[in-house]
């Protein structure tokens, strides 16, 4: 049984999570990888951080035997990679359920944010589009602080925490993909798992384990946390 008696604030992954987007995620992918193999990035360097998912091997490379090609690298990434998610933020919706959920959060006194690998130009556009922005107190995207910061780091949640005034520890995080999982194992804070995302139950188990809190959508947290005191 998981207890979330030292949660105060809930914070979710947008795609896939909150959000049901039409991203293009294979050229999302490559974005990274084609900067960095332009850089000169051995594979083994790249297959590395890809089993990871992260860029630290990369950029390691890089200040260590290509230091000036570090200039300006998180906004040439950033750059190409916010192309690729506009391309079709009109067409997102909010996954059912999710308004209903934050509300009642909200009135149990809980925080709530979205943390995001998503740029902040993507991530405003989606939730304006969606008439959602007013849900979440605080939000934190890919291109606000460095690169190196973002998910799975552990920073990204001290990030989030910060904006909504809590505890990192005190934190609950919500995601679609193996990504979120490996920021809050790395932020050592409770997880909960949506299959509305690219992983169904059986994909969540094997990847997270048999201890994993996985859910079908964020509409089954409905009545899952108590009231704050």
Known sequence: MNSYSDVKAVVFDMDGTVMDTDVDYVALARVTEDEVVSIGVPPEVIAKDKAVQTTDNCMRWILENKPEALRGIDKRIGDRATAVEMQNYRNAKPVPGTVELVEELRSKGYR???LTRGGREY???VLGITGTAG?????VARDDYNHEE???SPKSIEHI???LGVDPSSVLFVG???VDYLTAVNSKIPFIAVCTGNLDENAWSSFAGD????LHSVADMKGMLPPLR
């Open 150 to 152: 973002a998910k799975p």
């Open 123 to 125: 991530m405003e556009a």
């Open 211 to 214: 201890g994993a809190v996985i």
């Open 176 to 178: 679609d993909s193996e």
């Open 135 to 139: 849900l979440f107190e605080a939000t």
């Open 161 to 163: 925490a910060g904006k």
């Open 112 to 114: 709530i944010g979205i």
